[in-house]
T-cell receptor, first 113, second 114 residues
Framework: AQSVTQLGSHVSVSEGALVLLRCNYS??????LFWYVQYPNQGLQLLLK??????LVKGINGFEAEFKKSETSFHLTKPSAHMSDAAEYFC???????????FGTGTRLLVSP | DTAVSQTPKYLVTQMGNDKSIKCEQN?????MYWYKQDSKKFLKIMFS???????INETVPNRFSPKSPDKAHLNLHINSLELGDSAVYFC?????????????FGQGTRLTVV
């Protein structure tokens, strides 16, 4: 069964620093992968997705992620953190049969001035 | 127009009560979901409906009963509420036929059982 693992429940960065949020997947078939962001007291918003068209995927708000099959990874990055990036970030994978999204445990990004 | 809308946004109730959460999507998707997010922010799927038919039931207590009157609506009814039911419940939808299409989420319903 497909699954994703997010390393680090909390990541702290300074404003202007590089953001790196880690996600590793487990799948026996080429996966469809997603990154979502959740701001406090809000629903989930799609940041970007990997659908095998390109390994480097650009999303909203300056985020991007690179699919690396050899490392089974889909890490999320942003060159320069902004205070407004503070939120919970979730990596997710579609299961075989496309029936459901399976989420990682989430990573809280904290941005300090 | 809101794509996936849930009501109510907040729900505070006493143990033992019965409550419902409603969800509607105007995206024309044929699959709808209920997810539960616990206090540690972990998101777990509860149910999935495809064209009004239940296709996923992830070992949820039978006090939880989803109902889909049509493919644009998926409601969640909870009987005999318990303290442990306190969580944020998210409704979502997506088209089933395309694996690369993301799910769209509602704003969530924060249920507090006292």
């Amino acid at each position: 069964a497909q699954s994703v693992t997010q390393l680090g429940s909390h990541v702290s960065v300074s404003e202007g620093a590089l953001v790196l949020l880690r996600c590793n997947y487990s799948s026996s078939v080429p996966p469809y992968l997603f990154w979502y962001v959740q701001y406090p007291n809000q629903g989930l918003q799609l940041l970007l997705k990997y659908t095998s068209a390109a390994t480097l995927v650009k999303g909203i708000n300056g985020f991007e992620a690179e699919f690396k099959k050899s490392e089974t990874s889909f890490h999320l990055t942003k060159p320069s953190a902004h205070m407004s990036d503070a939120a919970e970030y979730f990596c997710a994978v579609i299961n075989t049969g496309f029936q459901k999204l399976v989420f990682g445990t989430g990573t809280r990004l904290l941005v300090s001035p | 127009d809101t794509a996936v809308s849930q009501t109510p946004k907040y729900l505070v109730t006493q143990m033992g009560n019965d409550k419902s959460i409603k969800c509607e999507q105007n995206l024309g998707h044929d699959t709808m979901y209920w997810y539960k997010q616990d206090s540690k922010k972990f998101l777990k799927i509860m149910f999935s409906y495809n064209n009004k038919e239940l296709i996923i039931n992830e070992t949820v207590p039978n006090r939880f009963s989803p109902k889909s009157p049509d493919k644009a609506h998926l409601n969640l009814h909870i009987n005999s509420l318990e303290l442990g039911d306190s969580a944020v419940y998210f409704c979502a939808s997506r088209p089933t036929d395309r694996g690369g299409t993301e799910a769209f989420f509602g704003q969530g319903t924060r249920l507090t059982v006292v």
